[in-house]
């Protein structure tokens, strides 16, 4: 399996050349969320063939390894920063970033960054969590229930509790699956990334940005995403759509659906 080292830590990552007739030169990069793996991902890759993607493990989830006494720590900007990093390791200059629930919130963190704006072609931000006291108390209770009650606590509840009404069984197994393959102590600390999280500097974006809301979405409501759409006033071409229906886990739940979304809006932009 292919590994990154990066500031330390080993990222694991899958690089995906294009493989369409009509192919193009563009890279894409995708940051999956909480309690998710790079694979969550895996379902609209058949709609982007003509792309290079690539998809990775968070540091502390799936099979990139947590360092509980090395790196203890993680953080929206760290995060930002081995998006960066993996490009630099891949000979990326610039891509396309692609960012779901908390790792919604990376693409526009490198947009707006001196280090990454000039590297971001577009930003797509799948239930875009925006930081907020009320996220922050729930993720903090969030770990105490991990650390008392082991990752099965969350395993056996987001699946429904978090998914949209046409979410089938076979889907919610899938999520099951991603969640219980989380190291507890990794995905503490990615639930703490959340609860001490900021706010990207939102008018900072310049480039083009699509963000995609669900209608039914708990963890990332569709009023908090239309409210990080308002403030992108300075993007090139900001656009939010709404899915009916639609709960937090969107590639998931319709990955037909999205994969056509996303490849449509990206042929427009990049």
């Not at 799948?126 to 105490?144: L, N, T, W, Y």
């Not at 699956?177 to 310049?206: F, H, L």
Request: with cysteine; aromatic share 8%.
């Amino acid at each position: 399996m292919p590994f990154a080292r990066i500031d330390g830590i080993e990222i694991h990552y899958t690089d995906t050349p294009p493989s369409s007739s009509n192919a193009t030169s563009l890279t894409i990069v995708f940051v999956h969320g909480l309690g998710s793996t790079q694979n969550y991902y895996g379902p609209i890759l058949p709609y982007l063939t003509r792309y290079r993607c690539v998809t990775f493990d968070n540091y502390g989830a799936g099979r990139s390894r947590y360092y509980s006494e090395l790196h203890p720590d993680t953080s929206i900007e760290a995060i930002a920063g081995n998006v960066l990093g993996l490009m630099d390791h891949l000979a990326i200059d610039k891509a396309v970033v692609v960012g779901y629930s908390m790792g919604g919130m990376v693409p526009t963190t490198i947009a707006s960054s001196n280090k990454g704006a000039d590297r971001v072609i577009a930003c797509v931000c799948i239930g875009p969590v925006h930081p907020s006291e009320q996220i922050a108390q729930i993720f903090s209770d969030r770990i105490k229930t991990v650390m008392e009650g082991g990752i099965e606590t969350m395993a056996n509840t987001i699946p429904n509790a978090a998914t949209g009404p046409r979410t089938t069984v076979l889907q919610k197994s899938f999520i099951r699956e991603m969640i219980m393959s989380q190291d507890p102590e990794g995905y503490c600390a990615n639930c703490r990334a959340i609860e001490t999280a900021k706010a990207p500097n939102y008018a900072g974006v310049t480039c083009p940005v699509y963000i995609i809301a669900g209608s039914v979405d708990k963890s990332a409501p569709a009023s908090g995403c239309q409210f990080i759409h308002d403030q992108l006033v300075n993007s090139s071409g900001r656009k939010i759509d709404v899915i009916q229906e639609m709960g937090h886990w969107y590639c998931v739940e319709d990955p037909d659906l999205l994969g056509k979304m996303v490849a449509i809006w990206i042929a427009e932009v990049a």
